[in-house]
């Protein structure tokens, strides 16, 4: 007799069979093999007489059917399966059919496997009732990019009976059976069922079941694929004001109140009811195809990281609420922007827990093999969580995408490598860019993740190994309209050639078509020519991508547009005597792009006897900067500073052709009636052909401040009562910035302003009531605001001092002082009443109020007035 080798636990490790008769020997492999857990009881069709039964036996789909049997074993006691049957194993599913059944009687089944007789699994014990009853599926009745009504027909279906439908992403008739069981409101004769929670663009196969508690019948499978969705950066997501925007609403949802999907980590479809890890992700799903945020949104968003969550509610404002009857948080971001997050619950194989007053949400992070990242909420709690990998949750998406469109007009004009040759780095930090071969339009320029490769390696100045010299010239290239495009190339050894080619561009996939190599200095990249990407184009930079391997090399480029943006401002200076001598007009000084913001001085050399045109102009600075403003600081005239108005001089665009005036003196300029200035800064002369008060004999000095983006500035009321009660930033009426007003004076953008402040703890009287304005003295120590109205509790205040509010400063602050204990109105006296003694401090009954206050007042200037 032959030598027998048997382990029957090195089956549950690695076993196979092999044999060549019926003494076989066996023998240990590691080819696959069989355990319990290959082994799984299936459901059952049944009649009243019959039943047809299903399993499923993994791992001897490609095992000679001698080497083992299987089928089912059964009968009427679940603990005594006495009956067998042989069923027939077709691609891992196992079918038989048992006969002469009794109607009406529940029976219990499992399915077995038996290698050779000498050791079997079997799997669950299950149980089905025979029955007359039958079930039919009916066609999907709608469908949309989230929800579809589904439903069937019974009949014969005995009282108590449940039905509904089945849903599986999978379209195996046992896949489907095992799927996610979603019950109809109640059992009828014909039923339907409404599903929302589904992924868009997506195929689900679906049955009707009639669940007789003792056994399930189900229908025939059917599909439907839901409606495909387009996802918009700007639609789609809000700004909160954070590091990311934040969906509307939930994957799966229709509108910010929807539930939306549960889903599994790494589930796809929403209606994955495995309790087993393996049928899961194990790995962090972040970016990857696995996302499935990145897969419902086309590429526009991910799935958050638990910081994510973290900072949207640490930087939000959150508040339990109801949005159409359901329970979840409203989130305010500091913009103000907002986004509801339902209490969706959690889902485990089929049970819906928590929904309607906790939210289970999924990240795309996992913790551990079998476990994930989640953030859960309550009304009384919110954290970070950690959930088995099959505990279905709630997705809400991210993005950083952006939705800029290519606009192949940019393309046309010269373009320069960003080599450094001028000294200067326009818009890149190199002339090439290492990215990803699979990198595209939107992945670059619209931040879309790409999942198959995260490469950007800024390659600088000092990378000359992928072949050029840094500060060389090589060049350029100018494309045109008309499909033509000239390179003009400098060699390395300084040789320059010219060529002229032709393009044309593939505007749905941002592709450049060449038919000669791209300006590229001396790289030995091959691919220079034929159909390149186009990864970034604005009106500043260009970049194109060079293909080798796995790489797309990003050939970076500046424009004209931008070479002239960034060169320095030119100042031109005009200063004339009444004599007719001094300068007509010279560039003084030129003033490098990154140096403009600030202060800065201008100087002349030589005399001038008395102001005629007295001018500075800043060529272009509008024209690039249009919300700059520039004003004097000081003058000296022979290195002593000289008294002048500044709201005299005539400020902004005033040639209108995008050059920056300041016109301190000028008998043919803005301030002038018949070729005289009306008003001289200078003194309080009218009416000059030249002002005698400005003379220099040798030296003329004057600082001056360019301010290319001004900052706003908003006042507030605050007022203090005797027991220092009061709110010490205050209500507010809007803010300001600085501009060049329609008369070419520097003003504030919003003159008037009424600020009200409701409150019930003033009655007894104020010992400050001020208008607080924060950084204006420090940026403009000359503002004078004027009180121009006064009422308290709704009753106008008439009859006060206006000599006696007076302008001050609380360190960098402007104040408009009404009344303060410890400020100079303490001193001058106040407008509205007289102090009287409270505690340490000095208070105004007048100002005492039971409800509300409203002061009124304007901005009337932003200089000082000078007294001859």
Not at 88 to 112: M, R, S, W
Not at 707 to 723: E, F, R, V
Not at 837 to 857: A, D
Request: hydrophobic content about 35%; proline content about 3%.
């Amino acid at each position: 007799m032959k030598t027998k080798i048997f382990l029957c636990a090195s089956l549950m490790l690695g076993l196979s069979l092999a044999s060549c008769n019926d003494d076989d020997n066996y023998f240990i492999s590691t080819d696959p093999v069989i355990d319990q857990s290959s082994v799984t009881t299936g459901s059952s069709d049944v009649t009243a007489n019959s039943a047809t039964l299903h399993g499923t036996v993994e791992g001897l789909a490609d095992k000679s059917a001698a080497f083992y049997s299987v089928g089912f074993y059964y009968g009427e006691d679940q603990n005594s399966l006495t009956n067998r049957v042989d069923g027939v194993l077709d691609k891992n599913v196992v079918i038989a059919t048992v006969d002469g059944l009794e109607t009406g009687k529940t029976y219990y089944y499992q399915v077995f496997v038996s290698l050779k007789g000498q050791v079997s699994f079997q799997g669950e014990v299950k149980s089905f009732v025979t029955t007359s009853a039958t079930v039919v599926t009916d066609n999907v009745q709608t469908v949309d990019f989230a929800s579809a009504t589904m439903g069937g027909a019974v009949t014969e279906a005995p009282e108590g009976a449940t039905v509904g439908v089945v849903i599986s992403a999978d379209p195996d008739v046992e896949k489907v059976r095992a799927g996610l069981i979603v019950p109809a409101a109640e059992q009828a004769a014909a039923f339907s069922v409404e599903k929302s929670g589904f992924v868009p663009g997506t195929k689900y196969y679906y049955a009707a079941y009639l669940d007789l508690g003792a056994g399930v019948i189900y229908g025939d499978v059917k599909e439907f694929t839901t409606d495909a969705k387009t996802f918009d950066a700007d639609a789609d997501f809000v700004d909160l004001g954070l590091s990311v925007k934040w969906a509307k609403s939930n994957l799966g949802a229709k509108s910010e109140s929807d539930f939306g999907g549960l889903f599994g980590f790494g589930d796809l479809s929403g209606v994955n009811t495995s309790y087993l890890p393996e049928d899961y992700a194990s790995g962090d799903i972040y970016r990857t195809k696995q996302d499935l945020a990145w897969n419902v949104t086309g590429g526009v968003g991910t799935l958050p990281s638990y910081q994510d969550y973290e900072e949207l509610f640490a930087k939000c404002t959150a508040e339990w609420t109801e949005v159409e009857g359901v329970a979840g948080y409203r989130l305010t971001g500091p913009n103000g922007n907002s986004i509801f997050l339902p209490a969706a619950g959690t889902r485990t194989v089929s049970d819906i827990s928590s929904q309607g007053t906790a939210g289970y949400y999924a990240t795309g992070s996992v913790n551990n093999g079998d476990f994930y990242y989640a953030y859960q909420f309550s009304l009384s709690n919110r954290a970070r969580a950690s959930l088995p990998v099959y505990q279905a949750a709630a997705v809400r998406a991210i993005s950083t995408a952006r939705n800029i469109p290519f606009d192949k007009t940019k393309l046309y004009g010269k373009w320069y490598m960003e080599n450094g040759q001028d000294g200067k780095l326009h818009v890149f930090e190199g002339p090439f860019t290492q990215f990803g071969v699979t990198d595209n339009w939107n992945t670059i320029t619209n931040n879309h993740p790409n999942v198959e490769q995260q490469i950007g390696w800024e390659m600088g100045t000092n990378n000359g190994w992928i072949g050029y010299t840094y500060g060389k010239d090589y060049g350029y290239m100018e494309f045109l309209e008309d499909g033509t495009v000239s390179i003009h190339r400098i060699a390395e050894d300084g040789t320059v050639t010219d060529e002229t080619g032709h393009y044309t561009i593939d505007e749905k996939n941002v592709v450049l078509n060449i038919d000669i190599d791209i300006l590229c200095g001396n790289t030995w990249l091959a691919n220079k020519s034929g159909s390149l990407k186009i990864l970034a184009l604005d009106n500043d930079g260009l970049r194109i991508a060079i293909p080798d391997g796995d790489y797309g090399y990003a050939v970076n480029y500046y424009s004209e547009r931008k070479l002239e943006f960034d060169d320095a401002i030119p100042v031109n200076f005009q200063c004339v005597g009444g004599d007719w001598n001094g300068e007509w007009g010279a560039i003084c000084d030129r003033i490098d792009a990154e140096k403009l913001e600030g202060k800065h001085t201008v100087t002349y050399n030589g005399t001038v006897n008395g102001a005629m045109v007295f001018n500075i102009d800043f060529q272009n600075l509008v024209a690039k900067y249009p919300t700059a403003i520039v004003y004097i600081n000081d003058i000296r005239c022979d290195g002593k500073s000289i008294k002048f108005d500044a709201n005299r001089f005539f400020y902004g665009d005033i040639e209108d052709n995008g050059n920056y005036r300041i016109e301190l003196f000028n008998i043919w300029g803005k301030g002038q009636q018949g070729g005289k200035v009306v008003e001289s800064p200078f003194s309080a002369a009218t009416n000059l052909e030249s002002e005698p008060a400005f003379q220099v004999s040798s030296e003329l000095e004057i600082d001056y401040t360019i301010n290319l983006s001004p900052a706003y500035y908003t006042p507030g009321l605050i007022t203090i009562n005797p027991s220092w009660g009061g709110d010490w930033t205050g209500p507010n009426d809007g803010s300001f910035t600085v501009v060049v007003d329609e008369n070419s004076k520097i003003a504030a953008s919003k003159k008037d302003f009424v600020i009200t402040l409701n409150s019930t703890d003033h009655a007894d009287g104020s010992i400050m009531t001020f208008i607080n304005t924060e950084q204006l003295y420090k940026d403009f120590p000359g503002t004078h605001m004027t009180l121009t109205s006064l009422e308290l509790d709704g009753n106008a205040v008439t009859g006060w001092d206006s000599a006696k509010v007076l302008n001050s400063d609380d360190g960098d602050k402007h104040r408009l002082e009404l009344w303060n204990t410890y400020g100079i109105t303490a001193s001058s006296g106040c407008a509205f009443g007289t102090p009287v003694q409270s505690g340490g401090e000095m208070k105004i009954v007048e100002l005492g109020f039971s409800n509300s206050m409203s002061v009124g007042f304007s901005v009337d200037r932003l200089f000082p007035v000078v007294e001859w």
